[in-house]
Nanobody, 122 residues
Framework: QVQLVESGGGLVQPGGSLRLSCAAS????????MGWYRQAPGKQRELVAS???????NYTDSVKGRFTISRDYPKNTVYLQMSSVKPEDTAVYYC????????????????WGQGTQVTVSS
């Protein structure tokens, strides 16, 4: 059974920094893309950043230049370094792993983490 476990959320002041981590555990042969989504109260879940198996990052416009996504491939872990945070970054952040394969013969499945709360407030 594959699980995604997130950590690093919390309360941070505007302009501050925070680092989120998400580790995939279980029998894993490969993972395609990994990414971070967020959902604020009353809003739809949106993609924040993603990174492909080849290391290419992608960011939503509102976080470009402020957030950095990175990946530790041997540890099956993805990070989100959040800098210059704003109150509008407040949301539950969810980790996502795309096409997680436990063997080379299967297509794979997508998995989600349980979410971690990020609150930006003074």
């Amino acid at each position: 059974q594959v699980q995604l476990v997130e950590s690093g959320g919390g309360l941070v002041q505007p302009g501050g920094s925070l680092r989120l981590s998400c580790a995939a555990s279980g029998i894993i042969f490969s993972i395609n893309a990994m990414g971070w989504y967020r959902q604020a109260p009353g809003k739809q879940r949106e993609l924040v950043a993603s990174i492909t198996s080849g290391g290419s990052p992608n960011y939503t416009d509102s976080v470009k230049g402020r957030f950095t996504i990175s990946r530790d491939y041997p540890k099956n872990t993805v990070y989100l370094q959040m800098s210059s945070v704003k109150p509008e970054d407040t949301a539950v952040y969810y980790c996502n792993a795309v096409r997680v394969r436990t063997t080379r013969w299967e297509y794979g499945y997508d998995y989600w983490g349980q979410g971690t709360q990020v609150t930006v407030s003074s």
